[in-house]
């Protein structure tokens, strides 16, 4: 039997597999930006809500199911003689009822863009254009992640990190058609300047990339052992506990993404608000440049968190579902401690170059939208450091299946946010509306750490709080100069 990769190893791997994609995601985004615009540009901000719904959708639908019961399911099932056509069996359902989910929002877009893009006013028709040719990658999104996840399950993790550099390439070259044939983006238009044609190399582009995305996994899928199959039917699995998971979890991240939804209708109640008057020689910070800070936001995460916990998370569950607490609890303590380094560093590195960091990574973007869009990082960047905490703790409750409790921690994580964004449109100027929405991010994710540390008491008695305390206390006085 082939020995497992060192977490070491495994990360390293999915380190420099997001390394090349989200560099190359940057040079998209900034291609992007030359194309569509960042501010006062409703072809930008109907294209930013087409595009970014399927993402969001999926999540509401599919992820955090697949969280849930994927790689916890799929690693007891390998441990099995029959276990492949069990994972088989799982796949298949899953993935027609991804399909099933993605055909009905398909056909339903000009009401998935009014849920998500509520004030787009005269873009709404673009908007819903778009989303036609966008919303199939919800489909995509969830095929990647369920080959992913067995993949992961197999500890093959290159593959899967690798994978979104295809679609970034794919992205760029299709950008840089676009380009080529229409030029740079200048301030006015309206949406009667797009035509099919302008409309598919945009959008069409962009799903093409995703559906390649998932279907190249389908070649080391099948360099590991595994077949991929239809096998339909999943009665006598003994999936019913494990759907009573995925139904908590389900519920747990309608609350979150209801946050999310929020923060969208506000972007772009701030796109409307930019054509009055009295906003008539301001940047007003939208839905762009609240997605564009997000990018470099998320840097964090995906370089260094994701890839760190997408492999203790395996490891978690193996021990999980052998009863092994004290070594979840080293592998989580292991796990905060090591991501400490990386997102006290990079929290206050942003917030301090927020500014230089806009130019360096957007570098289409004008000065005063630069300004703007610094300040709405500044925000996002205070909390890179409790998102680490809550994505590590997360994957814990998610090894002991234990998504009914974690409630008690989604439901305030949603409810902070979305109050933060109701003060900031009632009582603020909408120069700030994206900027306060920043900060309810930052604010949410240090609400959702602080309750789970609580949640898990239940399973880890003892977390190695001295520890991993200690680190952050030390990492923190040493970026505080």
């Known amino acids: ?60 639908l599919a992820a955090g199911v697949l969280n849930a019961i994927l790689v916890p399911q799929i690693v007891r099932a390998l441990r099995q003689k029959a276990g492949e056509e069990f994972i088989n069996r799982l796949i298949t359902t ?35 254009a778009f989303a036609y040719w966008c919303l199939p990658q919800i489909f995509f999104y969830g095929l990647y992640a369920l080959w992913g996840q067995v993949l992961n399950a197999k500890n093959n993790f290159g593959p899967y990190m690798w994978a979104p550099v295809l679609n970034n390439i794919i992205s760029i070259a299709s950008l840089a058609a676009y380009l080529f044939i229409y030029g740079e983006h200048s301030r006015g238009g309206s949406p009667a300047d797009w035509d099919f044609t302008r409309t598919a190399v945009i959008a069409g582009t962009s799903t093409l990339g995703i559906a390649i995305q998932a279907l190249v996994l389908y070649i080391p899928l099948v360099r590991t052992g595994f077949k991929p199959r239809l096998v339909w039917g999943l009665r006598g699995s003994g999936l019913g506990q494990v759907s ?7 519920f747990g991240l309608i ?13 772009t109640a701030a796109l409307s608000a930019s054509e009055l008057p009295k906003y008539a020689h301001t940047v007003v ?50 796990g905060l401690r090591t991501i400490a380094i990386f997102t006290t560093l990079f929290s206050a ?34 909390g890179i450091v409790p998102q680490g905490l809550w994505a590590t ?6 090894a002991y299946n234990d998504t009914k409790r974690m409630l008690w921690a989604d439901v305030p994580v949603g409810l902070s946010q979305i109050i933060i964004c109701a003060a900031a449109y009632m009582f603020a100027p909408a120069t700030w509306w994206m900027i306060l929405a920043a900060l309810g991010s930052a604010a949410s994710q240090a609400t959702g750490s602080i309750i789970i540390v609580f949640l898990l008491r239940k399973h ?18 040493a970026v505080a100069p």
């Open 1 to 60: 039997m082939a020995k497992a990769p060192t977490l070491a190893r495994s990360s390293a791997v999915m380190f420099m597999g997001t390394l090349a994609s989200r560099m190359l995601g940057l040079v998209r985004n900034a291609m992007l930006v030359a194309a569509l615009g960042a501010t006062g540009s409703g072809a930008a901000d109907a294209f930013t809500v087409a595009n970014n719904a399927p993402t969001m959708i999926y999540n509401l």
């Open 94 to 128: 899953a993935g027609a009822l991804l399909a099933v989910v993605t055909g009905v929002l398909t056909v339903a877009a000009t009401i998935v863009v009014t849920i998500y893009g509520s004030q787009l006013g005269q873009w709404h028709g673009l908007a819903t």
């Open 244 to 250: 009573k998971v995925a139904l908590w979890a389900v």
């Open 255 to 267: 609350v979150v993404e209801l946050s999310t939804l929020v923060v969208y209708n506000l972007g």
């Open 285 to 334: 910070p939208s839905t762009v440049i609240y997605t564009n800070a997000q990018m470099i936001f998320m840097l964090p995460q995906s370089l260094v968190t994701t890839s760190i916990i997408v492999a203790l998370f395996t490891r978690m569950s193996e021990k999980a579902a052998a009863g092994d607490a004290e070594g979840v609890k080293d592998d989580l303590s292991l």
């Open 349 to 382: 590195g942003i917030f301090v170059l927020a500014g230089p960091a806009m130019q360096v990574f957007v570098p289409t973007l004008r000065p005063e939208e630069v300004s703007a869009s610094a300040a709405v990082l500044m925000m996002l960047a205070i």
């Open 393 to 398: 703790m997360q994957r814990v409750m998610l």
């Open 460 to 477: 880890l008695p003892h977390m190695d709080v001295r520890r991993v305390s200690g680190t952050y206390a030390l990492l923190g006085l």
